[in-house]
């Protein structure tokens, strides 16, 4: 993919199966966290997001978690498709401004058959 | 599709040269952001837009400028250009309430490649 690093951690799942992506967050003032995709070629895609006064929120067969104890988001795929394999990122923001987003380094996940 | 559209898709130039990335945003979003993927700094934000005014600035060098039309695109100036600047540079909109967290939606990017 397009994405970030020479050194992307990856996550190699069999399909069906759930996968889980783990992010640590570095900012304990953030209160607004993304998840995205990344394909090969393409732009950021969002997945879902959360607000810090929640600790889960589900979308269709993904599911965030955010710990804010020990400031670390996941993010679970469930019955993990090929469709699935590509780059994820994690996004925290820090007040109300977007252009505050930051970036994590990315987990590639590879879906094997 | 995010709705996103960014134009071109590839450009390839020389050093020393000057490039203009061009964005439209999603119907309906009045805020635009830059942001440089780049293989070894990953998804740097350089610059926001709302509603035709600068809003924030990142890692933005002073050889870049963007600026937002009355229509709400975008277009971002990359002048004097160095090997270092190849990236994907991504544009992304938002609808963007002031102090309100709102998801930025991606375009697929314009490939920079400067020889």
């Known amino acids: 993919g397009e994405s970030v690093g020479l050194h992307l951690p990856t996550l190699s799942v069999q399909e069906g199966d759930n996968s889980i992506i783990n992010c640590a967050y570095s900012n304990s003032a953030s209160d607004y966290f993304i998840w995205y995709k990344q394909e090969s070629g393409k732009g950021p895609q969002f997945i879902i997001d959360i607000r810090s006064n929640m600790d889960k929120r589900q979308g269709q067969r993904v599911t965030v978690l955010l710990n804010k104890t020990v400031k670390h988001l996941s993010l679970q795929i469930a019955a993990t498709q090929p469709g699935d394999s590509a780059v994820y990122f994690c996004a925290e923001n820090k007040g109300g401004t977007a252009s505050k987003l930051t970036f994590g380094t990315g987990t590639r996940l590879q879906v094997t058959l | 599709d995010s709705g996103v559209t960014q134009t071109p898709k590839h450009l390839i130039t020389a050093t020393g040269q000057r490039v203009t990335l061009r964005c439209s945003p999603r119907?309906?979003?009045?805020?635009v952001y830059w942001y440089q993927q780049s293989l070894d700094q990953g998804l740097q934000f350089l610059i926001q837009?709302?509603?035709?005014?600068?809003?924030a600035k990142g890692n933005i060098l002073e050889r870049f400028s963007a600026q937002q039309f009355p229509d709400l695109h975008s277009e971002l100036n990359l002048s004097s250009l160095e090997l270092g600047d190849s990236a994907l540079y991504f544009c992304?909109?938002?609808?963007?309430?002031?102090?309100?967290?709102?998801?930025?939606?991606f375009g697929n990017g314009t490939r920079l490649t400067v020889t």
């Open positions: 837009y709302y509603n035709g005014e600068e809003r």
């Open positions: 119907s309906g979003d009045l805020s």
């Open positions: 992304a909109s938002s609808v963007m309430a002031v102090r309100a967290n709102s998801p930025l939606h």
